[in-house]
Each structure stands twice: as C-alpha cells, then as structure tokens.
C-alpha cells in the first residue's frame, strides 16, 4: 500500500504568515492515465473533512486562492500565502492512484 | 445540490456486524464513485473502501476480510457491511464522493457492550 508521510505533524501560526505542509509518497503517484491523484482536504474542529485542492494543484471551487498546491510523482506541497483565522484545523493529503487509497496522519495548524 | 447522508445504529455491541447506508442526491451513482472513510476519536482519516461508478469495488488491505461494499443504484444508495467489530472500530463514518469533494455528515458509531 502507498505510505503518505506529512510533514510537520504540528504548525504554529500566526495570522498573516506564509506556511507550506509537505507529503511524500512512498511511490510516484502519476497514474497510467496521465493524472496525478493527490488532494489536500481540511479538517475544522466538529465538522467534516473539506476538500481545499485536488490533482495535485486544482483549487477547489469556492476555497480562498491563498491556498496553492504543487508537487509531481512523490513530493507534493500545500502552501498557505497568509493565514487566516478560519485556517485553523488539520490538513490531510489522500492519495486515489494506487488502489487502496491512502490519507496522510495529518498536519494541525495552530495559532501561534 | 450534491449532498451525501449517513445512516445507521449509532451503538453496535463487539462481534457483531455493522451495517450503514450512505443516501446521495444531485448526483448519479453510475457516473461518481464514493469512499467509505472512517476516523476515530481524536485520530486521523482512515480510508476503507470504494465503491466505483460501475460497480467494481476497492477495500483496505487490513480491512478486507471483514468489509462489504455495495450499492443500489435505484434508490441511491451505498451499503457499508463490516463483520466482527471490536472496540477500536469506533469513530465517525463518512461517506465521501469522487474526487473527496462531497462529504456526507458522519455518523458516529460506538462499539460497545
């Protein structure tokens, strides 16, 4: 199975700052068909996972433009360009290349 | 609109076999696949399984043996079947679309005598 490893597992933030989230694949995650099924949803506190970009760089209808997602094969990146107090949560990157799918543990952005 | 909805016993007693409805609307069941994921208190996502848009499915390796996927496609809904529950099978299950875009309520589940 593909392990996604995300880096830092905590962040501390203040408002205003810039600050990136890293997932690794423990295999490339091009699929045969040329897409790259990597996403980030984020996880605020009591509600249900949202998602934030999908295909590695695609911003989710309606989410800010402050987020920003780049990477290829196994190294991807989640930046944030000024965060925002509703920014505040956990952030996941799944993986829905390689059957079975996988979440990463996560990474809590917290205020600082 | 898109939605999604969980349904299902709330308490399920260890052994016994859990059984969840995942009801979509604004959407066709044959066009978008939809994932089962699950997450304990306090812990991170965990993904379970997939039913596709034409019926194939896909499970979780350390659940595979004890999870069922199915669907009926006339009355839109996804069917989610796992045997012998033990206690750290509790947490909240979700039902979630295609590309995790649409994501149902959750519905928490207690595993317990």
């Known amino acids: 199975d593909v392990v996604l490893t995300q880096t830092p597992p905590t962040l501390s933030a203040t408002i205003g700052q810039s600050v990136s989230i890293s997932c690794r694949s423990s295999q490339s995650l091009l699929h045969s068909n040329g897409n790259t099924y990597l996403h980030w949803l984020l996880q605020r506190p009591g509600q249900s996972p949202q998602l934030l970009i999908y295909l590695v760089s695609r911003l989710e209808s309606g989410v800010p433009n402050r987020f920003s997602g780049s990477g290829s094969g196994t190294d991807f990146t989640l930046k944030i360009s000024g965060v925002e107090a509703e920014d505040l949560g956990v952030y996941y990157c799944v993986q829905g290349t390689h059957a079975p799918y996988t979440f990463g543990a996560g990474t809590k952005l917290e205020l600082k | 609109q898109v939605q999604l909805k969980e349904s299902g016993p709330g308490l399920v007693q260890p052994s016994q076999t859990l059984s969840l409805t995942c009801t979509v609307s604004?959407?066709?069941?044959?066009?978008?696949?939809v994932h089962w994921v699950r997450q304990p208190p306090g812990k991170g996502l965990e993904w379970m399984g997939r039913?596709?848009?034409?019926?194939?499915?896909s499970y979780n390796s350390a659940l595979k043996s004890r999870l069922s996927i199915s669907r009926d496609t006339s009355k839109n809904q996804v069917f989610l079947k796992m045997n012998s529950l033990q206690t750290d099978d509790t947490g909240t299950y979700y039902c979630t679309r295609h590309l995790f875009d649409y994501w149902g309520q959750g519905v928490m589940v207690t595993v317990s005598s």
């Open positions: 604004g959407f066709s069941l044959t066009s978008y696949n």
């Open positions: 039913m596709r848009y034409n019926g194939d499915t």
